[in-house]
């Protein structure tokens, strides 16, 4: 995908955005100095060139029983794409992990999975790890305080 070129417009609206998706066309024409209409042409435009993936509500895993973290890194059996492929389809379908990156270095994943306690990180373990012969070993490190959870990207023009 072609990165869009972006004014400082453009990245003054998706500042605000990545703050608040729920901010008004109108309040974000305030702030940058602009008419409503404009605002939500270049929105519209930002959503269907890609920029802007998708709108969610952040949920507070704590406030819903997800009270673990952890980080899991992950080295597959063999570097076989059907191996590979079969292994993120499974990740992506799994509701405990948030996050899944296919990774260079030592491992092959970094896995950012929650769960309620010990004993639901353990069924997750089993089912995931213990129960694949496609994977060979892996590494867990248990969050004890986030310190930076962050869904905003830095907004700086291309040099």
Same mark, same amino acid.
């Not at 970094?110 to 590494?139: P, S």
């Given at each position: 995908?072609?990165?869009?070129?972006?004014?400082?417009?453009?990245?003054?609206?998706?500042?605000?955005?990545?703050?608040?998706?729920?901010?008004?066309?109108?309040?974000? +024409?305030?702030?940058?100095?602009?008419?409503? +209409?404009?605002?939500?042409?270049?929105?519209?435009?930002?959503? *269907?060139?890609?920029?802007? +993936?998708?709108?969610?509500?952040?949920?507070?895993?704590?406030?819903?029983?997800?009270?673990?973290?952890?980080?899991? *890194?992950?080295?597959?059996?063999?570097?076989?794409?059907?191996?590979?492929?079969?292994?993120? $389809?499974?990740?992506?379908?799994? *509701?405990?992990?948030?996050?899944?990156? $296919?990774?260079?270095?030592? $491992?092959?994943?970094?896995?950012?999975?929650?769960?309620?306690?010990?004993?639901?990180?353990?069924?997750?373990?089993?089912?995931?790890?213990?129960?694949?012969?496609?994977?060979?070993?892996?590494?867990?490190?248990?969050?004890?305080?986030?310190?930076?959870?962050?869904?905003?990207?830095?907004?700086?023009?291309?040099?």
């Amino acid at each position: 995908m072609r990165t869009p070129d972006l004014d400082d417009l453009d990245r003054a609206i998706l500042d605000r955005l990545q703050r608040d998706a729920r901010t008004i066309a109108e309040s974000i +024409a305030v702030e940058v100095g602009m008419s409503t +209409a404009a605002v939500q042409r270049r929105i519209k435009r930002l959503r *269907e060139t890609g920029v802007i +993936a998708r709108e969610v509500a952040v949920l507070n895993p704590k406030a819903l029983g997800q009270a673990m973290t952890f980080i899991v *890194e992950v080295e597959m059996e063999r570097e076989k794409s059907e191996v590979l492929d079969a292994f993120r $389809y499974q990740m992506d379908a799994d *509701e405990n992990v948030q996050q899944c990156y $296919y990774v260079t270095g030592a $491992y092959d994943f970094v896995l950012i999975v929650t769960a309620r306690d010990m004993a639901d990180f353990e069924e997750f373990t089993q089912r995931t790890f213990f129960d694949n012969g496609n994977v060979r070993r892996f590494t867990t490190s248990i969050v004890m305080r986030p310190v930076k959870v962050g869904l905003t990207l830095p907004l700086r023009p291309r040099a």
